[in-house]
């Protein structure tokens, strides 16, 4: 199943972007979903999950409290909103349909999957 990356940007640090991870192919509210992303010369790093439904959801410690992860059930999408940006959360951002969502989970698919999308870079400037 194909999910699409938008919403990336570039931005100053303290700022904010709204990802959108869509698709036409299935219903996306059936699934858990998670973003990931990776930095230029660092591998790749679960950011967030959300479970099925409204959730709940979970955040990797560098992102808690800046970063929320939600769904838009009327754009069959899940949205990642990431305020007060730093320069550390630059990176190409993706997003994974997967089969559960939690700490571990976003670990084991960072490191063990095999396709991953175009993704949507996010740049954040000193």
């Known amino acids: 199943f194909q999910l699409v990356e938008s919403g990336g940007g570039l931005v100053q640090s303290g700022g904010s972007l709204r990802l959108s991870c869509a698709t036409s192919?299935?219903?996306?509210?059936?699934?858990?979903v998670g973003w990931f992303r990776q930095a230029p010369g660092k591998e790749r790093e679960g950011v967030s999950c959300?479970?099925?439904?409204?959730?709940?959801?979970t955040y990797v410690d560098s992102v808690r409290g800046r970063f929320a992860i939600s769904r838009d059930n009327a754009k069959n999408a899940v949205i990642l909103q990431m305020n007060s940006l730093k320069p550390e959360d630059t990176g190409v951002y993706y997003c994974?349909?997967?089969?559960?969502?939690?700490?571990?989970?976003?670990?084991?698919?960072?490191?063990?999957?095999?396709?991953w999308g175009q993704g949507t870079q996010v740049t954040v400037s000193p």
């Open positions: 959300i479970d099925r439904g409204i959730g709940p959801a």
């Open positions: 994974a349909q997967l089969d559960s969502c939690g700490s571990e989970k976003l670990i084991d698919e960072a490191k063990g999957r095999d396709y």
């Open positions: 192919e299935f219903n996306l509210r059936n699934y858990p």
